[in-house]
């Protein structure tokens, strides 16, 4: 399974619920390095109302990587999942940053919980015990239709490449 459906898509679909945005325009690279999928992603998401997403996943790396940055008008959004860090940069709270035209900077860390324990305790309230679903199936589409045009946007790079001869045609490592 490619590292896009194994862990970018969880990354999507948190973007998707932040930005209340159709997607514009999807730009990826990947590369399948250890696997016959790609193993290493990195997306450039563009939403019609401006605001811009970068993704990348890794199972390849030293250690497994999911980064998400989002930039808008109104400021920059910046999360590590492995470290368990969130940055965001705007106008509204957090420390002055000098020469910046009046934006602040605020860090927040959390905890390490069992993600997937937590969606099956969920799942499993909703489906014993009617409790309200936190991601709806139309979320999930979303996140999906997200993932397979981040595919498409590598199978495009990747054609684009093979074009003008940075690589061979076939070449899975780009």
Known sequence: MSVIL?????????????????????DALGAAVSSEYE???NARVRFENGC?????ASRISLKTERRMRLF??????????????????GRE??????????????????????????EHEAF?????DGAAVKVDARA???ALAAALAVADGIEESRRRMEMSGLIRAGQKNF
């Open 6 to 26: 194994d862990l970018m898509i969880h990354d999507l679909d948190l973007v998707l619920a932040i930005v209340d945005s159709p997607i514009a325009q999807v």
């Open 39 to 41: 193993d290493i992603a």
């Open 52 to 56: 811009v997403a970068t993704i990348t």
């Open 72 to 89: 808008s008008e109104e400021g920059y959004l910046s999360a590590d999942f492995g470290k368990r860090e969130l940055t965001m940069i």
């Open 93 to 118: 709270k957090g420390l002055p940053l000098p020469g910046t035209g009046g934006f602040r900077r605020e860090a927040i860390s959390w905890k390490d919980h069992d993600s997937l324990f937590a």
């Open 124 to 128: 499993v309230a909703s489906c014993l």
């Open 140 to 142: 999930g589409r979303r």
